[in-house]
């Protein structure tokens, strides 16, 4: 590959730099090529790698990264020329977008992976004054115990959420054709209280430059963004954007009523703008986001959410938590699910 081709290669291979750095291999590449091909065109770019092939028919979200570890290297410049072949090296063909959010998606979880194996437990001076409000009612060793825990599990809680965020608002921002847009270059300016618009920008989860639209991307809406002083601020995005000259849409996909919701909703209609809820936000994004994109929405970003809204009830069953010598075992009466440990 030359320069340009290795760096168009990186955007499926690599984000960030320095430590946070994360790099997948060819082979990894060439196997998501071939399970978004498939997708699309139920067929592969190519039938010269076998072991590829067959690992690639399997549920995207069932592969282990011990089967995947155990397919045959191939070189990037070999990856490339199976990008070359399969159109992705085409920004216009309908495979480059479905293949890069599909990395994105994998390389994040890859991640994640990552984290969890390595996250450390905490040491004694990060958690140990938090035992004055709980010392006494237990035995010192249980506290110790579960003061451990709850740190660790409130570290891996914050991380998940993070790295979801890195990926689930751009990926759908992509399917509708826009963009997410920082506050630096953001298009919807904010106000001032004397009325007047500023220079400054406000962060946007997408812009649609052509329709001159910018969605608000919620999984929900709760009591809690008051209590965080973030209310006022999504209160005030429908009317910056109006005067921005933009459309203001607000997209939520828990369909629960709340007061704040209501008051959301009247906000955005008020000054021009579209609501989206529950399903209909699902809808939306299929209409949107035209056949193979609804196809990458419905096979990889909406069944986890749907799953785990039957069973994410408020009232969670009883599991238990093992820390054991090269892993941890979380399990109910029924399954068990084994996290690695560095």
């Not at 998940?160 to 506050?183: D, K």
């Not at 035209?290 to 909406?302: A, D, H, N, P, V």
């Amino acid at each position: 590959m030359n320069k340009s081709q290795k760096e168009y290669y990186r955007q499926f291979s690599q984000h960030g730099t320095g430590d946070a750095r994360i790099e997948i291999s060819a082979s990894e590449v060439a196997l998501l090529l071939f399970i978004a091909y498939h997708d699309i065109y139920d067929t592969f770019p190519s039938q010269e790698f076998p072991p590829i092939s067959k690992l690639a028919c399997k549920d995207f979200y069932k592969i282990t990264f011990e089967e995947i570890n155990s397919l045959p290297q191939i070189t990037p410049d070999e990856c490339f020329y199976l990008l070359e072949k399969a159109g992705a090296t085409n920004i216009n063909d309908a495979i480059y977008l479905y293949l890069k959010n599909l990395c994105d998606l994998y390389r994040r979880r890859y991640k994640y992976d990552k984290i969890l194996q390595n996250q450390p437990f905490p040491i004694s001076d990060q958690i140990a004054p938090r035992s004055l409000l709980e010392y006494g009612k237990c035995e010192d060793s249980l506290l110790a115990t579960w003061l451990e825990w709850r740190k660790w599990l409130f570290d891996i809680d914050n991380r998940s959420g993070q790295e979801t965020g890195y990926v689930f608002e751009p990926i759908l921002a992509s399917c509708l054709g826009g963009v997410s847009v920082s506050h630096n270059s953001s298009p919807v300016k904010r106000i001032n209280d004397s009325g007047y618009k500023t220079n400054e920008g406000r962060q946007v989860d997408c812009y649609i430059e052509e329709t001159k639209e910018v969605y608000e991307l919620k999984m929900r809406v709760t009591i809690a963004a008051s209590g965080q002083g973030r209310f006022k601020e999504e209160m005030s995005f429908p009317y910056e954007a109006k005067e921005s000259g933009l459309t203001p849409i607000l997209v939520v996909f828990d369909e629960t009523e709340s007061a704040l919701l209501t008051k959301l909703k009247a906000q955005f209609n008020k000054f021009g703008g579209k609501c989206y809820i529950g399903q209909a936000s699902w809808n939306m994004l299929y209409e949107k986001a035209g056949k193979e994109m609804s196809l990458f929405i419905q096979k990889y970003i909406y069944p986890p959410i749907q799953a785990m809204g039957k069973f994410i009830n408020s009232k969670p069953q009883s599991i238990q938590i093992r820390n054991c010598t090269n892993e941890i075992i979380i399990s109910d009466n029924k399954n068990e699910y084994k996290i690695n440990r560095k």
